[in-house]
């Protein structure tokens, strides 16, 4: 009897990425080589650990440091004495003297490329395709939009991390989200994702990686992938990925830590043979149509509770499952909203567009384009990702379309993402954020956050109101 | 890591799904050094008023106050990486939490700490849930061993767990160690992966 022939099954993404890397299998886990980790100001718990253990950094050059959770947003000519609160302060100059002392890059507070750790890896090249990347940070997702397999850790893996330049995980369940079509008019790579979370739940990717594809992906920009990876975590699932195409190289071409001469032709081979292969099988497959989604926001306290603009708050009563029901109607509480009142005619008292979701080049230009269009009417903040975004848009002049429009123009940082630099809304506030995250005082103790694409949020800004920034862009 | 075996304890029903790191800690927290001030933390925007006077809350009554189990519902520990969430709910006192499901990070960040996270099912979750809130200061007894949960009647719950996972927190090993008994392996991996990639190591 003849042999048959051996075939490999095709492989996905992730499978292709995660077997390159397993060093050894104990048990259901595996102990996976990290090629890259990111750490910002709280990794402060994790360098207490190593301390406390007398432990160094095992490979210092795979270690990126960002000083973004704790920098103010104004006031950064002054540095670090510009930090009025000393709490806040010793945040960054413990980061900074962490970095030193084990010889890690650090991009500090006065670094001219200092910025959010989610925008600046990828700005420099250091984010990679086919790579494994752990970060400080929920939303470290953000990377996967280059085809590289990046989660986000707690302090005691992250020491380990550090520790040893490898981390143990168990095998994660695969889910292919395919979105196909043209993104309809005023409608952003923000309203997918907020689309897909309402779609899927917020646990609804838990145990799973993203694999993200389709036609409307393909045809996406790399600042749009990101949005779309980076609130991956916000459906539970900790990665989140899109297999890397010309965009991907192109993109990554000539920056910073990219790969040079012959070892970018290498490089390029070896990331063209890293898509899914035909056939490849998924745990789950979700499928969206992307003429259907309309510009969306968040009307609860987490960023499943989301509808298109043009709906209304929901009634609890109409929730079949008792506690649900009592969680929808705590969220309704918390806004201070009420069933059924039109999206639209909700007010608000400050617009945030920034942070790892939405602070890029084409945010800040999609914001602008309606920005132009008339004068905030509330406080709105314009915190692009990084130094070098922010030089970008200045540039482009979009600095000074922000101000004409009476918009406040920041130095980069989360700000008013996660709210732990001073930046925050006072208890009562509604803000219309760009943002990843409504949870009940995420935005400062007693804010009140609804999500949405920067255009939205630029149109909130001159209504005062939710808007639906379709209406304001044909009027023109 | 301190170990895990077995507790009997005041069990506490927290009675809300998709629970996430910011209610267990709230941002401005997170910057604080492990150790007993975070026992204030847990939950505190929910616990405490702005001039640090009390709210009403489970966690603030007794016997609740003194509950080292928590029995929640599904997805308990959404969002954020936050360790200090776990940091929160450790200084308070709870070493173990039974739900229906976690969020990913916040579960393995529990492992890490010494804290128990128990999966039972969504209406075993609401049984228990429904007896604490029936006979307050009811105790629940937790074997890791044995991988059982007994309940305030009696009633025996089993619970799956990893047999690593189990053996980390019944001797409360850290995973550094178990890394580097693969040192050469990893040295192994390594020196050919940077041969196969070299231009990540230019």
């Not at chain 1, 940070?137 to 490898?166: K, L, N, P, W, Y």
């Not at chain 1, 409307?216 to 600042?223: A, G, I, N, Q, Y």
């Not at chain 1, 259907?292 to 009634?315: K, L, R, S, Y």
């Not at chain 2, 204030?40 to 080292?68: C, M, T, Y």
């Amino acid at each position: 009897m003849p042999q048959s022939i051996p075939t490999c099954a095709p492989r996905t993404l992730v499978d292709k990425i995660w077997t390159r890397h397993v060093v050894v299998q104990d048990g259901a886990e595996v102990l996976l080589y990290v090629d890259r980790a990111f750490i910002h100001e709280g990794a402060s718990h994790a360098f207490d650990k190593l301390e406390e253990e007398g432990r160094s950094v095992a490979r210092p050059r795979q270690v990126f440091a960002f000083t973004d959770h704790y920098v103010p947003t104004i006031g950064r000519d002054r540095g670090l004495s510009g930090i009025a609160n000393a709490d806040i302060r010793n945040m960054i100059v413990r980061l900074h003297a962490n970095a030193d002392k084990h010889g890690i890059r650090l991009f500090g507070i006065d670094d001219p490329h200092q910025g959010i750790l989610h925008i600046v890896p990828p700005e420099q090249g250091i984010t990679q395709p086919g790579l494994m990347i752990c970060g400080a940070d929920s939303h470290t997702a953000t990377h996967g939009a280059f085809g590289c397999i990046a989660f986000g850790i707690g302090a005691s893996e992250m020491m380990h991390v550090m520790a040893t330049q490898a981390i143990w995980q168990r095998p994660q369940k695969s889910m292919r989200i395919t979105i196909d079509g043209e993104l309809g008019f005023g409608v952003a790579p923000k309203d997918v994702i907020l689309a897909i979370v309402a779609l899927i739940g917020v646990d609804g990717g838990t145990g799973h990686i993203i694999e993200y594809a389709g036609s409307t992906l393909r045809r996406m920009s790399m600042e749009g992938r990101m949005t779309i990876c980076n609130m991956s975590i916000e459906a539970g699932a900790r990665a989140g990925m899109v297999a890397p195409d010309e965009t991907t190289f192109e993109y990554l071409h000539g920056r910073a830590y990219a790969p040079k001469a012959s070892g970018w032709d290498a490089a390029l081979a070896f990331w063209k043979t890293l898509p899914s292969d035909e056939g490849a099988r998924y745990d789950r497959e979700v499928a969206l149509s992307a003429p259907e989604i309309a510009p969306m926001v968040t009307w609860g306290t987490n960023p499943a509770q989301g509808a298109p603009v043009t709906g209304v708050v929901p009634d609890p009563r109409d929730v079949a499952d008792a506690i649900a029901a009592q969680e929808v109607a705590s969220a309704i509480e918390y806004q201070g909203l009420a069933p059924g009142m039109a999206l639209g005619d909700i007010r608000v008292d400050r617009v945030f567009i920034g942070s790892c979701t939405n602070s890029r080049i084409e945010d800040l230009r999609a914001a602008a384009e309606v920005a132009k269009l008339g004068k905030a009417v509330v406080s709105a903040w314009v915190v692009p990702g990084s130094q070098h975004v922010k030089r970008q848009a200045e540039q482009e002049g979009l600095d000074a379309v922000f101000r004409n429009s009476g918009f406040e123009w920041r130095e980069p940082g989360c700000s008013l993402c996660t709210a732990i630099n001073g930046d925050q809304l006072r208890p009562g506030e509604r803000c219309a954020s760009t943002s990843n995250r409504n949870f009940k005082g995420r935005q400062g103790p007693g804010g009140r956050t609804h999500l949405m694409s920067p255009a939205m949020a630029a149109a909130a800004a001159l209504k005062g109101r939710l808007t639906d920034v379709r209406e304001l862009l044909r009027r023109g | 890591m301190n170990p895990f075996a077995r507790i009997s304890a005041i069990a506490v029903p927290i009675d809300e799904p998709n629970v996430d790191t910011n209610q267990l800690c709230p941002t401005r927290f997170n910057k604080l050094p492990r150790g007993p001030a975070y026992a204030r933390v847990l939950f505190h925007d929910r616990r405490f008023n702005a001039d640090g006077s009390e709210k009403e809350h489970i966690l603030n009554a007794e016997p609740f106050n003194r509950a080292q189990i928590i029995v929640a519902d599904r997805n308990w520990g959404s969002g954020s990486s936050r360790e200090s969430a776990v940091y929160a709910l450790y200084e308070f006192g709870i070493r173990c939490i039974i739900a229906p499901s976690f969020a990913d990070i916040h579960l393995n960040n529990c492992y890490k700490n010494g804290l128990l996270p128990v999966v039972l099912g969504e209406a075993e979750c609401e049984a228990l849930r429904g007896q604490l809130r029936d006979r307050p200061g009811a105790t629940i007894a937790v074997d890791l061993d044995a991988q059982t949960v007994t309940d305030a009647r009696g009633g025996i719950h089993r619970f799956d767990i990893d047999p690593v996972r189990k053996k980390c927190l019944l001797e409360g090993l850290d995973d550094i160690a178990r890394t580097l008994q693969y040192q050469r392996a990893f040295e192994a991996f390594e020196a050919d992966y940077r041969n196969e990639r070299a231009w990540l190591y230019a």
